[in-house]
Structures are given as C-alpha cells and as structure tokens.
C-alpha cells in the first residue's frame, strides 16, 4: 500500500470487486470509506452471499469513518446547496470533513465546488 490516500465513493469498490481495469491503479493505495458505503455494499438483499462475503473481506481492509456532528452538518450544507441524494451528500460531507480526494465515478460529484474529485472513467 503506497501513501496516497482516498476516500472511495462505493461504485469504486464495486469496479475494484469486478476486476474493472478502471480501479487497477487504486488497489495499491490507502482507501477510506464512509459508513454509508459499508450500508451499500452489505445492506442489499439482491447481492449473492459470496459477493457480500468478497465486500466485507474488502471492507476489512479500508479504514470506515462513522458518522460525526461536523460529517452531519456537512451533509446539510450541501443538502442545501446542491441537489443530492442524502447517501451521497453523507459521502462528499466526509470527504470534505477529512480533507480526503473523493474517489468516485459518479458524475453527480462533479458540481461540488468544495470537493476534491477524482473522477474514474469506466
């Protein structure tokens, strides 16, 4: 694991799960994720228990930031400000709060002004 730290927007762990080569670059680094992301990767029923098993090995290895008073006000600035889904505004609040470059492929990140973005084309 070299230093280079992320906060990884779940639809990275999904690609990194799939063996997309998009995510290849970013196994070797150091990623963070919100508790919003451990929720959607092991919170869903239409996923195969193999899989979630595959998701918690993987969970095991990032470090998880939980829920904290500056993530939730955070979360209702840019609720505020910018039309997002609360799961996602939790994300980009944690990575604001942390000072982390949000990882993602969601385009939906790209009108936060406040955010660092790195944005995985796949």
């Known amino acids: 694991m070299n230093g280079n730290k992320y906060l990884a927007d779940t639809n990275i762990l999904i690609q990194i799960n799939k063996g997309l080569e998009s995510a290849i670059p970013y196994l070797d680094n150091q990623l963070t994720v919100s508790f919003i992301t ?6 869903s029923l239409n996923i195969p228990k193999t899989i979630k098993l595959q998701f918690k090995e993987m969970l095991d290895d990032c470090f998880i930031i939980d829920l904290d008073k500056k993530i939730k006000q955070q979360t ?47």
């Open 38 to 43: 451990e929720i959607e990767l092991l919170g």
């Open 76 to 122: 209702i600035n840019l609720r505020n400000n910018y039309k997002l889904k609360i799961p996602d505004a939790v994300i980009a609040a944690t990575a604001i709060v942390y000072k982390l470059p949000l990882l993602t492929s969601d385009s939906d990140f790209k009108s936060i002004k406040e955010l660092e973005l790195v944005f995985v084309e796949y």
